[in-house]
């Protein structure tokens, strides 16, 4: 299987005419690109091979289609915006605007009812790392369990270790494997068929060797995703993998 890239550009950039050129640079096959909101159109309009995915979704999806929900956006207006992917449950959107693994678990039934593909983000902070990749796993899997209550189909869950965003540290390749199988395993008994994803400071200097573990299926980028060169390079150590 392709090993898929996933650029989270989160709050960036500021105009769209950046934004098109960004999307220019990282149209390729195994990419999904997840502009703000107001960029999604900019966006599809200028990519042939890459797809489309949001970073944020609502979960309540009116069968009209509509609703009296201020600031929100539905899962079948970023399918009509074109897009096929939704990020749900980032750290940052659990820290900063106070998501709840209930909440999320709304978001995750909604989009997946709606025939999106969910990016289901999950990961422990320093605090519980620090007790070991045990504690790390009892973290992940209450998260994932609440997260996932209900839902069947295809799901991509990101494993993000909080202490590994932004913070030019990423975990150890040999655990994140670890704890891709062992999310693998918790899921199979589910109706849910799972790819795991890595992100947290993945780089063109670190994506080889965190993609050589065949049980992660990918990454989700951040900061590198805003750099066209940088990302570049990384499309193509990526897509020499399989
Ligand atoms: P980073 O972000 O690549 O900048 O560490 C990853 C993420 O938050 O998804």
Same mark, same amino acid.
């Not at 005419?17 to 502009?35: G, M, Q, T, W, Y």
């Not at 994506?207 to 990454?219: H, K, V």
């Given at each position: 299987?392709?090993?898929?890239?996933?650029?989270?550009?989160?709050?960036?950039?500021?105009?769209?005419?950046?934004?098109? $050129?960004?999307?220019?640079?990282?149209?390729?096959?195994?990419?999904?690109?997840?502009?703000?909101?107001?960029?999604?159109?900019?966006?599809?309009?200028?990519?042939?091979?890459?797809?489309?995915?949001?970073?944020?979704?609502?979960?309540?999806?009116?069968?009209?289609?509509?609703?009296?929900?201020?600031?929100?956006?539905?899962?079948?207006?970023?399918?009509?915006?074109?897009?096929?992917?939704?990020?749900?449950?980032?750290?940052?959107?659990?820290?900063?605007?106070?998501?709840?693994?209930?909440?999320?678990?709304?978001?995750?039934?909604?989009?997946?009812?709606?025939?999106?593909?969910?990016?289901?983000?999950?990961?422990?902070?320093?605090?519980?790392?620090?007790?070991?990749?045990?504690?790390?796993?009892?973290?992940?899997?209450?998260?994932?369990?609440?997260?996932?209550?209900?839902?069947?189909?295809?799901?991509?869950?990101?494993?993000?270790?909080?202490?590994?965003?932004?913070?030019?540290?990423?975990?150890?390749?040999?655990?994140?494997?670890?704890?891709?199988?062992?999310?693998?395993?918790?899921? $199979?008994?589910?109706?849910?068929?799972?790819?795991?994803?890595?992100?947290?400071?993945?780089?063109?200097?670190?994506?080889?060797?965190?993609?050589?573990?065949?049980?992660?299926?990918?990454?989700?980028?951040?900061?590198?995703?805003?750099?066209?060169?940088?990302?570049?390079?990384?499309?193509?150590?990526?897509?020499?993998?399989?």
């Amino acid at each position: 299987m392709n090993k898929l890239l996933v650029a989270n550009w989160k709050m960036n950039p500021t105009t769209a005419r950046e934004a098109i $050129k960004l999307a220019k640079a990282s149209n390729h096959k195994n990419v999904v690109i997840c502009p703000p909101f107001p960029f999604l159109n900019a966006v599809k309009k200028n990519i042939t091979a890459a797809s489309l995915g949001a970073q944020d979704v609502f979960w309540e999806s009116p069968p009209a289609g509509g609703g009296a929900y201020t600031g929100e956006v539905s899962p079948a207006m970023l399918k009509n915006a074109g897009a096929r992917y939704v990020i749900i449950g980032h750290s940052e959107r659990r820290r900063y605007v106070g998501e709840t693994d209930g909440m999320i678990n709304k978001k995750v039934l909604a989009t997946l009812f709606a025939g999106l593909k969910v990016i289901l983000c999950v990961g422990e902070p320093k605090a519980v790392r620090k007790n070991g990749l045990a504690a790390a796993k009892a973290f992940v899997k209450k998260q994932l369990l609440a997260d996932t209550r209900g839902a069947h189909g295809k799901l991509i869950v990101a494993y993000e270790p909080v202490w590994a965003i932004g913070s030019g540290t990423p975990d150890d390749p040999k655990d994140t494997a670890e704890m891709a199988r062992f999310i693998r395993n918790l899921l $199979k008994s589910s109706k849910i068929d799972v790819v795991v994803i890595y992100g947290g400071s993945v780089t063109s200097k670190n994506i080889g060797r965190i993609m050589s573990y065949g049980e992660i299926g990918g990454a989700l980028v951040g900061g590198a995703s805003l750099h066209s060169h940088e990302f570049k390079t990384m499309i193509q150590i990526v897509s020499h993998k399989k």
